[in-house]
């Protein structure tokens, strides 16, 4: 079964520090796609970033960065620069076959980030 | 930008109603989804559908039903509330369905039972 694991329920860093969440998953499919997203307060998910089981570069959108370890079956989140503004419940996911050539996003339980001023 | 629409951002509901949650998008998508989020344990997907009509379960169906009438369209329904139901509902939508395709959700339904 896949499954994906935070284990980080919270975390704390300074305003313009680096952080680094963590996630590490378990497939059996070659072909997967792993995702981080963020839900503020507001409860709204937006998506961040993305890194398929194929790409041979970290991905890289703007301050966030996916540290992709396939040996290890890892994909933190670094975040540089940490604003107030990151702030929020940050989830880790991938995308696993489901049912024919479908496929459904398995989500971690999520790390809580807090920047402090 | 794609738009993922849901009826209500706060519902409130007696035990044994019946309960439909709506939720919308705008850009044809093939997929969609509806996932509860309580707090430790994640988004446990509920039900998803991949086509108009077409509906498979997810990993916690019980209690719930859907409809997929319309492609943009795909309604959540608790066919007889309980308390355990009190969740943040969140639906999703879907380009496609390979591994890339990333979701787009909606702002959430905060659904209590009482």
Known sequence: AQKITQTQPGMFVQEKEAVTLDCTYDTSDPSYGLFWYKQPSSGEMIFLIYQGSYDQQNATEGRYSLNFQKARKSANLVISASQLGDSAMYFCAMRVPGGGSNYKLTFGKGTLLTVNP | DVKVTQSSRYLVKRTGEKVFLECVQD??????FWYRQDPG???RLIYFSYDVKM?????IPEGYSVSREKK???SLILESASTNQTSMYLCASSLGAGAHYGYTFGSGTRLTVV
Do not use: Q
Not at chain 2, 27 to 32: C, F
Not at chain 2, 55 to 59: F, H, L, P, R, S
């Open chain 2, 72 to 74: 943009e369209r795909f």
């Open chain 2, 27 to 32: 850009m044809d998508h093939e997929n969609m």
């Open chain 2, 55 to 59: 509906k498979e379960k997810g990993d």
């Open chain 2, 41 to 43: 344990l994640g988004l």
